[in-house]
Nanobody
Framework: QVQVVESGGGLVQPGGSLRLSCVAS????????MGWYRQAPGKQRELVAT???????NYGDSVKGRFTISRANAKNTVYLQMNSLKPEDTAVYYC?????????????????WGQGTQVTVSS
């Protein structure tokens, strides 16, 4: 069993920055890929960014050039640095884990989800 816990959400003005963190604990030997999804009210949960243990990354089109995902393997932690935030980035952000990057890109193949952290971008 794996526990996934996010932190770092909050309220920020448009153009501002936030950094989310996610820590995985438990049977972490099964984790290779970690990443972030988000879900805005009335919308489907969408992929934001993923990273594997080798450092390969993948980003959703709406966040490319603004968000950066990174990982501290020794700490089983993944970060999401969010810059130039827009009101449309407002959502609950979820951390997710899977055995491969490929599986992480499909919601049905996610092994573990965190409880989510709210990010609100508003003036």
């Amino acid at each position: 069993q794996v526990q996934v816990v996010e932190s770092g959400g909050g309220l920020v003005q448009p153009g501002g920055s936030l950094r989310l963190s996610c820590v995985a604990s438990g049977s972490i030997f099964s984790i290779n890929a970690m990443g972030w999804y988000r879900q805005a009210p009335g919308k489907q949960r969408e992929l934001v960014a993923t990273i594997n243990s080798g450092g390969s990354t993948n980003y959703g089109d709406s966040v490319k050039g603004r968000f950066t995902i990174s990982r501290a393997n020794a700490k089983n932690t993944v970060y999401l640095q969010m810059n130039s935030l827009k009101p449309e980035d407002t959502a609950v952000y979820y951390c997710a884990t899977a055995q491969t990057m490929g599986r992480l890109t499909s919601r049905k193949n996610i092994d573990y989800w965190g409880q989510g952290t709210q990010v609100t971008v508003s003036s």
